[in-house]
C-alpha cells in the first residue's frame, strides 16, 4: 500500500467517527475528506435520503473538554463537534460545497 493510500484509507476512517457521533447513518458513502487547520470537512453521498441526497459537513477535531469537573485536565473524553454542513440533491455540487466549506472554515476558525 503507497503511502497516499494510507493517508486517504485513515481519512477515511477518521471522517467515518466523525459522521457515525453525528448520527450520520453508515450506509452514508464518504466521497471526499479534506483537513483544514484543526477542521475536518466530509463530503458524503446518502441515496436513501428524502432531503438531499448530497452532503458536505465541518467538524472540530476533538479535544479534550476541560471545563468538565469530573475528569482531570486533559483526561475528559474527546467528542467530534459539528460546525456547519451543506446540502444538494446534485453531485456537480459537491466541488462548491466543499469551496464553501473551506472558506467557512477558514473565516469562522481563523
Avoid at 493517508?7 to 475528506?33: E, F, K, Y
Avoid at 466549506?101 to 469562522?108: H, K, S, T
Amino acid at each position: 500500500m503507497t503511502r497516499t493510500a494510507r493517508i486517504t484509507q485513515l481519512r477515511h476512517s477518521i471522517a467515518r467517527r466523525a459522521l457515525t457521533a453525528a448520527g450520520i447513518p453508515a450506509d452514508a458513502r464518504i466521497l471526499d475528506v479534506y483537513r483544514v487547520r484543526d477542521a475536518f470537512i466530509v463530503a458524503t453521498e446518502n441515496p436513501a435520503d428524502r432531503w438531499a441526497s448530497y452532503y458536505v459537513e465541518t467538524f472540530r477535531i476533538p479535544t479534550p473538554d476541560d471545563t468538565n469537573r469530573d475528569y482531570e485536565p486533559g483526561q475528559a473524553p474527546k467528542i467530534w463537534i459539528p460546525l456547519a454542513g451543506w446540502s444538494s440533491n446534485s453531485s456537480t455540487d459537491i466541488p462548491g460545497l466543499m469551496g464553501e466549506a473551506i472558506g467557512y472554515v477558514n473565516r469562522e476558525l481563523a
